[in-house]
């Protein structure tokens, strides 16, 4: 399993089909926002979201959306806030602001998010 | 957006059939059935409730119940009262209110403000202030998408929901107060025939209060947010303040100029009539365009822009506009049936509380035309309205001041509400509903403020 530093620095890129975000990576997830929805509720009962931890990849299913691409804009990114799992999630230095923007044929590009971009925790 | 063209299509038939909107605009029309302000009461509850309660089914489908309850109230004019000219004039005001909107909002969307400076209580206080000067500069609209960014990077690691709605309060309303750019009603009388600068005149002595008011109480909740969500990270800031992407400042130029090419303001503008926009609308709507295609990639990245929050701006207020028509005219109706028995406390008041329930531009003149009507003055006459303006300001000043202030009072007070709200969803900022907004923030502050403001200029007057 790939480290996020890993993923940012060799510019690896997860995946997208429909609802669904597919990431390299296994993390805690805190916070996740998607055009004007924020969410924060990531147990099994979550409306908004489903997490799946995968061998080596998570899966994030959109539970409102059926098609992600035809929701964002260009510009617009999916943002999330998580801790790398095995990291102490009480450390806010720990807390890494990621943007997902999903480009053509299924690619989604994964950045570390910098200060130009609007993104409270 | 089909039904949307289905209906301009509509409206310029009958208009062309009909003649010319000028000709039928003095006809007297029949007055509608009290009932017709049913959609516009649904809409509003829907509004209100629908991300509160069916959140899912109300994102999904909120531009076809928007459209279609408006279509119940288009419908009803055209076949039961057959008055196509209310038809015609509130689709010019909303394609003159959308095209304003969408070009300020995309010419700013390409400008990118970067403070990199520790956010205080008193740097902020001075940040709102400015904003609220700038507004009567580049309107509520342009002060507001071009500010609203670096005020939340500014409070990034201490923002709460009050700061932007204080920022609401200040840039996208009360702010634009002081001159016809500020806000939409302004114009709209200086459009009718109020001089330019009567405004700031007339309302000045009465805006540094308030503002004074609302920021000296912003200043103390902002003084007690001692968060820091970070604490445990060294925060370094270089007091810098940068710009990028400023070659959109001449597209917003060009858009406040061009606020004023209307045959009202300059007889030798061409008037596009029977068409429901004019050369005002069709340069702004070409500033869309062309601040889109030109600006700088990384601007818009930074800023993350989208055209869903002018989307829903503009799906929202097709459904407000036309459902408002009924409400705006029994307002009229019972405004100048009682004229006399209206004083300038009574102004303030109607006109405040419509305007953050209702748009507050028609608002505006309804409320203006009542007040002209108490010395027998028309609206529709530009020397009447300069004639009143000298008769006696005090009407004209509550109507103003009410008209403007007030439309802080609920996310659909003002255009700008909403496309603040929603930029800051999308920041990941939880922003209050449309109730806990109007329970929580307007009543608490805004509506003591505005009871000083009356009490100290208008009660008893008039």
Partial sequence: MKTLDEIIKNKIGGMYYGNRLIVPFHAHFLKVVIEKEIITDFSPSSKGISVIEEDDFTSLYFLDYDDLKSSLSEYESIKLVVVEKGNDIFNFKNHRKIAVYLEEKHIARIEETDADILFIE | ?462
């Fill in chain 2, 1 to 462: 957006m089909i039904l949307l063209l289905v209906l301009l299509f509509d409206f310029y038939l009958l208009a062309a059939d009909s003649g010319s909107i000028i000709s039928e605009s003095q006809t007297e029309h029949q007055l509608p059935d009290t009932l017709m302000v049913i959609p516009f009461v649904v809409l509003l509850l829907m509004i209100a409730t629908g991300p509160l309660f069916y959140k899912h089914f109300w994102e999904h489908h909120y531009p076809k119940i928007a459209i279609s309850l408006g279509v119940v109230t288009v419908i009803y004019y055209l076949i039961f009262l057959k008055n196509t000219y209310t038809l015609l004039h509130t689709l010019a005001e909303y394609l003159s209110f959308i095209a304003l909107l969408s070009s300020l909002f995309v010419a700013s969307g390409g400008i990118l403000i970067k403070v990199d400076k520790k956010s205080t209580p008193l740097l902020n206080v001075l940040f709102l202030a400015f904003g609220a000067i700038i507004s009567n500069v580049i309107g509520t609209t342009g002060a507001s998408m071009l500010l609203i960014r670096p005020f939340i990077k500014i409070n990034r690691d201490r923002i709460k929901p009050y700061h932007i709605i204080f920022f609401i309060f200040i840039v996208s309303n009360i702010g634009g107060a002081l001159t016809p750019i500020g806000d939409p009603p302004l114009f709209l009388g200086f459009l009718r025939g109020v001089p330019f600068f009567w405004v700031i005149e007339n309302v000045w002595f009465i805006w540094i209060p308030a503002m004074v008011l609302i920021l000296g109480v912003f200043f103390i909740i902002d003084s007690f947010n001692k968060e820091n969500k970070e604490t445990d990270i060294e925060q370094t800031y270089s007091g810098k303040i940068e710009f990028k992407g400023l070659k959109n400042l001449v597209y917003l130029a060009i858009i406040i100029i061009s606020v004023f090419i209307d045959p009202a303001v300059l007889s030798f503008v061409p008037s596009l009539s029977p068409l429901p926009i004019g050369i005002r609308e069709i340069i702004m709507f070409s500033v869309v365009y062309i601040s889109f295609k030109t600006a700088d990639k990384d601007v818009l990245k930074a800023n993350e822009f989208d055209f869903e929050p002018i989307k829903e701006v503009a799906y929202l207020f097709v459904g407000i506009f036309a459902t408002m028509i009924p409400a705006l005219q029994l307002i009229a109706h019972e405004a100048s049936v009682l004229r006399d028995e209206l004083n300038a406390g009574i102004f303030y008041w109607a006109t405040g509380i419509l305007s953050g329930l209702l748009d507050n531009a028609p608002t505006y003149l309804n409320f203006l035309s009542a007040a002209m009507g108490k010395y027998g003055l028309d609206i529709n006459i530009k020397s009447e309205v300069q004639e009143f303006v000298i008769h006696d300001e005090i009407y004209l000043q509550a109507i103003s001041v009410a008209a403007v202030f007030f439309g802080a009072i609920t996310y659909i007070g003002n255009g700008p509400n909403f496309m603040v709200k929603s930029i800051c969803e999308r920041a990941g900022i939880n922003m209050p509903s449309f109730f806990t907004y109007i329970f929580r923030y307007s009543i608490i502050i805004l509506i003591p403020i505005f009871t000083i403001i009356w009490y100290i200029f208008f009660l008893g007057k008039g």
